[in-house]
């Protein structure tokens, strides 16, 4: 079946830091891939995605390139703010009239001022 | 409201108890969905409804795990006879259809003791 494996955390980098989350997957087809982000105290919200093979998906900074070669989904930032602290999960949706998300176990992100 | 409503927030349970969480989504989304988040761990798909069909229930872990949303709208998930493994924030998603952005709301936090 479909997974995600991603880079456990916790992390924890200094502000204005480059930020590297590792994230690749396993899936039939063409699945779309997604960063979900979880603020504390609130919920899942999608930070970013992409639908097909060399899809970079941006937001907020954030960038993820869909590798289909790699099978992988890595989310990057060039600059972190201490507001970038939370919780990243990578997903994806199969095709195939699959619609669930599948998602990784998630990466705690903290940045230090 | 403006995003998915999921009630209560908390909930404690005594083992054998059944509980019932609710699901409000957004107003006119046509796919709804659950998902459970045992500590540490990524969301894991339970169930997915398009108006009132389920159409997926294959993530129900056990005969235990009942949802329904008889009018295509509110969608409340049951568990009978709650156990200790049952612990884990239940969300949420609702979305127009099955290929836009799914909206999760906050979940609800069950523990049994």
């Known amino acids: 079946g479909d997974s995600v494996t991603q880079m456990e955390g916790p992390v924890t980098l200094s502000e204005e830091a480059f930020l590297t989350i590792n994230c690749t997957y396993t899936?039939?087809?063409?699945?779309?891939l997604f960063w979900y982000v979880q603020y504390p105290g609130e919920g899942l919200q999608l930070l970013l995605k992409?639908?097909?093979?060399?899809d970079k998906g941006s937001n907020k900074g954030f960038e993820a390139t869909y590798r289909k070669e790699t099978t992988s989904f890595h989310l990057e930032k060039g600059s972190v703010q201490v507001s970038d602290s939370a919780v990243y999960f990578c997903?994806?949706?199969?095709?195939?009239?699959?619609?669930?998300?599948?998602f990784g176990t998630g990466t705690r992100l903290t940045i230090i001022p | 409201g403006a995003g998915v409503s999921q009630s209560p927030r908390y909930k404690v349970a005594k083992r054998g108890q059944d509980v019932a969480l609710r699901c409000d989504p957004i107003?006119?989304?046509?796919?709804l969905f659950w998902y459970q988040q045992a500590l540490g761990q990524g969301p894991e798909f339970l169930t997915y409804?398009?108006?009132?069909?389920?159409?997926?229930k294959s993530g129900l872990p056990s005969d235990r795990f009942f949802a329904e949303r008889p009018e295509g709208s509110v969608s409340t998930l049951k568990i009978q006879r709650t156990q200790q493994e049952d612990s884990a924030v239940y969300l949420c998603?609702?979305?127009?259809?099955?290929?836009?952005?799914?909206?999760f709301g906050q979940g609800t936090r069950l523990t049994v003791v």
């Open positions: 998603a609702s979305s127009w259809d099955e290929n836009t952005e799914a909206f």
């Open positions: 899936a039939t087809g063409y699945p779309s």
């Open positions: 992409a639908t097909k093979a060399d």
């Open positions: 997903a994806l949706r199969g095709n195939f009239g699959n619609e669930k998300l599948t």
């Open positions: 107003s006119g989304h046509v796919s």
């Open positions: 409804f398009q108006n009132e069909a389920q159409l997926d």
